[in-house]
């Protein structure tokens, strides 16, 4: 949710939000690096970076491999989220959705797991005897996600609205079900509305487009999820602190830079052979790793691996020279040009100077491309740097750093707009609220306009 959208774009069909806005205090928050649900969340709730949980993004290699790739789950987190800190001291916590989500943790109260559960799983939930009578409250069945990057945009809108409305109706279920100290409850449609949709809602959008139905798709979600949220809300007393927040904003996507296209074409990645069929994930793709330099990964932002001897089983750079080889990169990066003759304008960021430990396996360098609206391909096979579309699916949005919060009740002073806050410090805060502690390693600071 970008904070244009809530407080402004859409807040003439969402006049619950517009009546919660005007108790509230509320305004830009700041997100990680990256920009991305998996890890944000996770700092969201735990008050620790990205390096220090060992979380970069949706999918990561193992140590010790070229192709062999892993999707974070809640068990690899390496300190307690709020919901674990609050359940070791006996109180009670609902928690529906948060990612990384599945499987899901056992909690003092009940875990509903999130978007990356598998289509047909039956363990969503914990503890795993309240799965019938949590689906009975969703309607008779529990939707985790929709498959959004796809052309069949009618179906894509009629289940976001059936995904919405199931999991509120399990929300308000489990709401009046006791007195919980933490609820928490994430909402993967708006993301899933942004990506889908974007070039409908945003005549700035390089495709946009004008189309009777999608054009005033939006408009029709965000009034839904405001009588959603009202439905919930009307059963919240005042004494109860209320937080929306989002995880990051969206933006209107501007095409896909290629980055292994790119690392081939300058010597740092070399192939066996022709090059292959477009859209080869680079895991697939016959690279010859004795020759080798750096691969990327792709997404919203291109990770970028160098093969370092004694690190890698093939590998071809000494531990020395990594400081050299970032200095080129970045230099070289800093020189592409798009097709049309605008700069790509990199913004390059190294693991080891903005986290405070570095756990998993982090990228040697993190590049964002044209002010983050150009995604980073890490398939490959096109034969150009440059592709107008995401290359997993169409796609309409990226990400941006700036993600929205909006907080009342519970004592909170009715400020309105207020200073922008990090999603570091959220954490730390909540815990305060509920008269915890805050352990150590939280690198957040309890943010006492809220408290």
Not at 302 to 318: H, M
Not at 332 to 354: A, C, K, Y
Request: with cysteine; aromatic share 12%.
């Amino acid at each position: 949710m970008p904070p244009n959208f809530l407080f402004d774009r859409f807040l003439p069909v969402m006049p619950r939000m517009r009546e919660f806005l005007g108790k509230a205090q509320f305004g830009v928050l700041r997100t990680i690096d990256p920009p991305i649900t998996v890890p944000a969340w996770a700092v969201f709730f735990t008050g620790v970076d990205p390096g220090t949980l060992g979380i970069y993004g949706f999918r990561h290699r193992r140590a010790g491999s070229y192709n062999d790739t892993y999707t974070p789950t809640p068990q690899m987190i390496p300190v307690p989220p709020v919901w674990e800190t609050l359940s070791r001291s006996g109180r009670r916590v609902a928690v529906i959705g948060m990612p990384p989500g599945y499987p899901p943790p056992t909690v003092n109260g009940v875990y509903v797991s999130d978007f990356l559960t598998p289509e047909k799983a039956r363990d969503f939930a914990t503890p795993i005897s309240r799965v019938p009578e949590l689906e009975q409250a969703a309607g008779g069945s529990y939707r985790f996600d929709i498959t959004f990057r796809a052309e069949d945009r009618e179906r894509i809108a009629t289940e976001l609205f059936d995904m919405t409305r199931r999991r509120w109706a399990m929300a308000r279920h489990l709401w009046a079900q006791e007195k919980w100290d933490l609820f928490a409850l994430h909402e993967i449609g708006p993301d899933r509305l942004h990506h889908a949709f974007w070039k409908y809602i945003d005549p700035a959008h390089p495709k946009y487009e004008e189309h009777p139905v999608f054009s005033g798709l939006a408009d029709r979600y965000y009034s839904m999820l405001d009588q959603e949220i009202g439905q919930l809300l009307d059963h919240v007393g005042d004494e109860v602190t209320v937080l929306f927040a989002s995880d990051h904003g969206s933006q209107a996507m501007d095409g896909c830079f290629c980055i292994n296209e790119w690392l081939a074409d300058n010597g740092y990645l070399t192939l066996r052979g022709a090059r292959p069929p477009a859209g080869t994930q680079i895991e697939k793709a016959s690279v010859d790793w004795s020759k080798t330099k750096v691969w990327g990964a792709g997404g919203y932002y291109a990770r970028l691996f160098f093969n370092i001897q004694g690190r890698e089983p093939e590998g071809t750079v000494p531990p020395m020279d990594v400081p050299e080889l970032t200095r080129t990169l970045t230099e070289q990066l800093s020189q592409v040009r798009r097709e049309d003759g605008r700069p790509l304008n990199p913004i390059v960021r190294d693991p080891r100077t903005i986290y405070r430990q570095l756990r998993g396996d982090p990228p040697d360098l993190m590049v964002y491309f044209g002010d983050l609206r150009c995604r980073s391909a890490g398939t490959l096979g096109y034969g150009k740097w440059f592709i107008s579309d995401n290359d997993t699916g169409p796609d309409d949005s990226v990400h941006t750093f700036e993600g929205i919060y909006a907080v009342a009740g519970g004592g909170v002073a009715p400020r309105g707009p207020s200073p922008e806050r990090s999603i570091l410090d959220v954490s730390s805060t909540l815990l305060t609220m509920l008269e915890q502690p805050v352990p150590t390693h939280n690198q957040g600071r309890p943010i006492t306009d809220w408290i």
